[in-house]
């Protein structure tokens, strides 16, 4: 089946430091990823939609300077929390859809990756 | 805006015991309804989707869902649960094309033995 994975499961970071999180289709191609974010006890909030060879689309409200997505091709998305602070500790989440689905609509998630800014 | 709401946030079932788990949303056409799971330390699974068609869905480990245009429901159904159904489970709504998914709060599903 499909899946996606996702690098790190985990990172802490100090303040002011930027970190890379990367999620990878494995053994499909996917021309469209999307980066959620999840906070504790809630639940999923689109951040962006990212095209493969293209900028990404930022959901309203997101910093599209703090959070720089990149999908240079069609296994990888990689997005960089810039100059981390304690509030962007999350759980950030990727998913990624199947550029030969039948299923038009399906999404694959990763496994997410749990931030912790110190 | 369309909204996602899932009323309980806990449930606590027996095992073997019927489950069901509410989904309400608020759109003005027919969106595409999904329900997803969420276990610790893996990415969200997909139980089952309705686009059109037949009202009552049928999805994988034994989930079932139905579709009611006039409560604006998609109510989650599985007729005897198992322990290893111990989850969080995502509603979530797309309106059509795009791919963009809104989901709801989410249902934490604890199963006692």
């Known amino acids: 089946g499909a899946v996606v994975s996702q690098h790190p499961s985990r990172v802490i970071c100090k303040s002011g430091t930027s970190v890379k999180i990367e999620c990878r289709s494995l053994d499909f191609q996917a021309t469209t990823m999307f980066w959620y974010r999840q906070f504790p006890k809630q639940s999923l909030m689109l951040m962006a939609t990212?095209?493969?060879?293209?900028?990404?689309?930022?959901e309203q409200g997101v910093e599209k300077d703090k959070f720089l997505i990149n999908h240079a091709s069609l296994t990888l998305s990689t997005l960089t929390v810039t100059s981390a602070h304690p509030e962007d500790s999350s759980f950030y989440i990727c998913s990624a859809r199947d550029h030969a689905a039948h299923s038009y609509n399906e999404q694959f998630f990763g496994p997410g990756t749990r931030l912790t800014v110190l | 805006a369309q909204s996602v709401t899932q009323p309980d946030i806990h449930i606590t079932v027996s095992e073997g015991a019927s489950l069901e788990l509410r989904c309400n949303y608020s759109?003005?056409?027919?969106?595409?309804l999904f329900w997803y799971v969420q276990s610790p330390g893996q990415g969200l699974q997909l139980l089952l989707k309705?686009?059109?068609?037949?009202?009552l869905v049928q999805g994988i480990k034994g989930f079932e869902a139905e579709f009611k245009r006039s409560q604006s429901s998609f109510n989650l159904r599985k007729p005897s649960v198992h322990w290893s159904d111990a989850a969080e489970y995502f509603c979530a709504v797309e309106k059509g094309g795009g791919n963009k998914l809104t989901f709801g709060t989410g249902t934490q599903l604890k199963v006692e033995l």
């Open positions: 309705y686009f059109s068609g037949d009202t």
């Open positions: 990212s095209n493969e060879g293209s900028k990404a689309t930022y």
């Open positions: 759109y003005g056409a027919t969106p595409y």
